[in-house]
Nanobody, 125 residues
Framework: QVQLVESGGGLVQAGASLRLSCAASGLTFSTYTMGWFRQAPGKERDFVAA????????NYADSVKGRFTISRDNAKNTVYLQMNSLKPEDTAVYYC??????????????????WGQGTQVTVSS
């Protein structure tokens, strides 16, 4: 079955960096647009970033543009989220998701087919 497993979360101070990883199995990774979402306590799950299945197109939420970078290694079936200049408002559980041949402009969570279990990112001020 399809599995997406996130790692790399943790507790950091404001201004620090983290790199999240998401290892995928059970799917043809190279045909899936991969996305990152995040959910803070009491809030909805929000779009963060997406990278097309071809690796040629990206999309970022305005709140993370210039600070976060999404990338993928199809040979390792892994997608990454490099997060720099972290702010306390970035605190959330971060989820990776897969969307078969999806468009990166699609930001709705319900458009994604598979989800990981999430990894906690906490940024202290």
């Amino acid at each position: 079955q399809v599995q997406l497993v996130e790692s790399g979360g943790g507790l950091v101070q404001a201004g620090a960096s983290l790199r999240l990883s998401c290892a995928a199995s059970g799917l043809t990774f190279s045909t899936y647009t991969m996305g990152w979402f995040r959910q803070a306590p009491g809030k909805e799950r929000d779009f963060v970033a997406a990278l097309s299945w071809a690796g040629s197109t990206t999309n970022y939420a305005d709140s993370v543009k210039g600070r976060f970078t999404i990338s993928r290694d199809n040979a390792k079936n892994t997608v990454y989220l490099q997060m720099n200049s972290l702010k306390p408002e970035d605190t959330a559980v971060y989820y990776c998701a897969a969307n078969n041949f999806g468009a990166t402009r699609v930001v709705g969570a319900n458009s994604y087919d598979y989800w990981g279990q999430g990894t906690q990112v906490t940024v202290s001020s």
